[in-house]
């Protein structure tokens, strides 16, 4: 193998890769992306069959340890992780001192952030039933965190988990029930949800997985490595897009703004406008997941009786975009995230937290790569060079 650290010290070259358009930060054997052909694949399962016939919790165990889990390891594990998602009376208090209007990924960083001061049986990268209990504690945690951190937004009560329910469903009605009364769950709403978040397991090496990684590199315990990787998330040009599609779709309705005299005002650079949910560093062509996500979408809509004058705006947006020589030549395409706001505002989360449901869904990825670098021994601290273009050197006045 050529040893590119002492090759580039010895010829004194340093490539020059903002984004790191080209260069790869790591080798991995977790998730395949083929951006010219749009293919998606998860230890070489096609997205397409996960998202139909998995669940979120043998998908994660799949990224995680490699192979898809027997019916046994598969029930041990969903035992383990239902088990573990009680939230200390005392951490629960966290949730108190924000205000309500905080965005709740800021929230959510916080709360994954601070796990590690509660658990700090579970934060040494270098024990392996260390980083197992830890691998539980945030699977079986991420969801209530964030129905506690909804609840809280709201100024309502929180539930505590009830485990005859499943992954999906339990974080449905922390989510959405209250005291009063038995919430009832929609078994085509809750499955949509579990397609939704398998599709967001796991994307190789995104801004916010490269950011868990690099955290981690330093051996940093897995919280705050994750938590990291969310506030990477938040950012309106990754996970954030969700987000941001609403807001722009809310926008070109309430001012009545024509179709394409808004596709026109993307087009013009000096607007600063992107089209929210469109283009991709990897993918030129359909995203696979988008593909799955359109389809929901109606599913969900249809069975929920609503008729959402957004969603039909979002498709002659794309009807519009795809035969624009601006989208076409640069090859923008819907991604993930075009299609998902409609879909979780018709299931009753508000916009601000549909961001929360990607990190939820990219949880079992970050925990994957994380252990991936970590359990490698040839990995280094992650150290990116710079060029220096500063002052070369100059003296404090009267020096
Ligand atoms: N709307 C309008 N123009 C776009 C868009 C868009 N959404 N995306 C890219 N372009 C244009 C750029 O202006 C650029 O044009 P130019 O060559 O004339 O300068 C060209 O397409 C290439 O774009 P880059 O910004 O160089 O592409 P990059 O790979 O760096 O960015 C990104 C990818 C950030 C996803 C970009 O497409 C974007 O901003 N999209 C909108 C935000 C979004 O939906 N993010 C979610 C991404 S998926 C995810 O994280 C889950």
Not at 201 to 226: C, K, M, P, W, Y
Not at 376 to 396: F, M, S, V
């Amino acid at each position: 193998a050529i040893d590119f650290t002492r090759l580039a010290r010895q010829t004194g070259l340093t490539s020059f890769d903002p984004g790191f358009v080209n260069t790869a930060s790591t080798r991995s054997n977790i998730t395949f992306i083929d951006g010219d052909k749009g293919i998606l694949r998860y230890r070489g399962y096609p997205i397409e069959e996960l998202a139909e016939h998995s669940s979120f919790l043998e998908t994660a165990w799949l990224l995680i340890y490699g192979e898809l889990p027997t019916k046994e390891q598969l029930d041990d594990f969903t035992y383990r992780v239902l088990h573990h998602n009680m939230v200390n009376e005392d951490f629960k208090r966290i949730f108190d001192i924000f205000p309500k209007e905080a965005h709740p990924m800021s929230v959510m960083a916080s709360a994954v952030g601070a796990l590690s001061t509660f658990y700090q049986d579970s934060l040494d990268p270098t024990d392996p039933e260390q980083v197992e209990i830890s691998t539980i504690r945030l699977l079986a945690k991420m969801p209530v965190l964030a129905a506690y951190t909804l609840k809280r937004s709201l100024g309502e009560p929180l539930l505590y988990p009830d485990n005859r329910l499943g992954y999906v469903e339990n974080f449905l009605r922390l989510a959405f029930g209250t005291p009063a009364e038995e919430y009832e769950l929609n078994p085509v709403v809750s499955k949509a949800l579990e397609r939704l978040l398998i599709l967001h397991e796991d994307h190789e090496q995104n801004a916010s997985t490269s950011t868990v990684r690099l955290v981690g590199s330093t051996q940093a315990n897995i919280f705050a490595s994750i938590s990291a990787g969310i506030n990477a998330l938040f950012g309106p040009l990754h996970g954030g897009a969700n987000e941001a599609v609403l807001h722009m779709l809310q926008q070109i309705s309430d001012e009545g703004m024509g179709i394409p005299d808004f596709v026109e005002k993307v087009k013009n650079k000096e607007s600063g406008i992107r089209l929210m949910g469109f283009g991709h560093r990897v993918y030129k062509n359909y995203d696979p997941r988008a593909k799955i996500v359109k389809a929901t979408a109606e599913t969900v809509l249809d069975e929920l009786g609503v008729h959402d004058p957004l969603l039909d705006l979002a498709m002659q947006l794309e009807e519009v975009a795809l035969k624009d020589d601006y989208f076409q030549s640069r090859r923008l395409y819907p991604n993930v995230d075009f299609y998902t706001g409609v879909i979780y505002k018709a299931m009753g989360f508000p916009t601000k937290f549909f961001t929360v449901l990607f990190a939820i869904g990219r949880l079992p990825g970050w925990i994957a790569q994380w252990r991936e670098q970590n359990a490698d021994p040839t990995t280094k601290i992650g150290r990116p060079h710079q060029l220096y273009l500063g002052e070369t050197e100059r003296h404090y006045p009267g020096v």
